[in-house]
């Protein structure tokens, strides 16, 4: 799967949590629900990279299982951000590598 297919994927699920939450008679999610769930997937993946460096012994299941899991959540809310805000992860994400390299193959410190 591409990065392309990867957004149209996470879009898909997206439109199905906003089926079922008007369903559950809850309203959709907008750009500041999903970066609110991004921040609190972002520190689930925190926890258990430190529980996978043996810093935190309180994570139940299979450590790396669920850093699959929580990297592929992360994922999938930047995936559906970069869409709602018109953002060409390629794109971006070419331009960010470049300017690093140039950075770090310039000799500055």
């Known amino acids: ?20 939450n008007l369903a559950a008679g809850r309203g959709t999610w ?6 609110t769930g991004f921040v609190g997937d972002v520190g689930d993946l925190a ?11 309180d994570q139940e299941g299979d450590v790396r299982d669920n850093l699959g ?8 809310s930047v995936l559906v951000l ?3 805000y018109d953002v060409d992860l390629v794109t971006e ?3 960010m590598t470049d300017g690093i390299e140039r950075y770090l193959e ?3 410190s």
């Open 69 to 76: 899991h929580e990297l592929a959540d992360c994922l999938w």
């Open 82 to 84: 970069a869409r709602h």
């Open 1 to 20: 799967m591409d990065l392309q297919q990867m957004q149209e994927r996470a879009l898909a699920i997206a439109a199905l949590y906003d089926r079922h």
């Open 106 to 108: 310039s000799g500055r």
């Open 47 to 57: 926890k258990l990279v430190m529980a996978a460096e043996g810093r935190r012994g």
């Open 30 to 35: 907008g750009p500041e629900q999903f970066m």
């Open 93 to 95: 994400f070419q331009r």
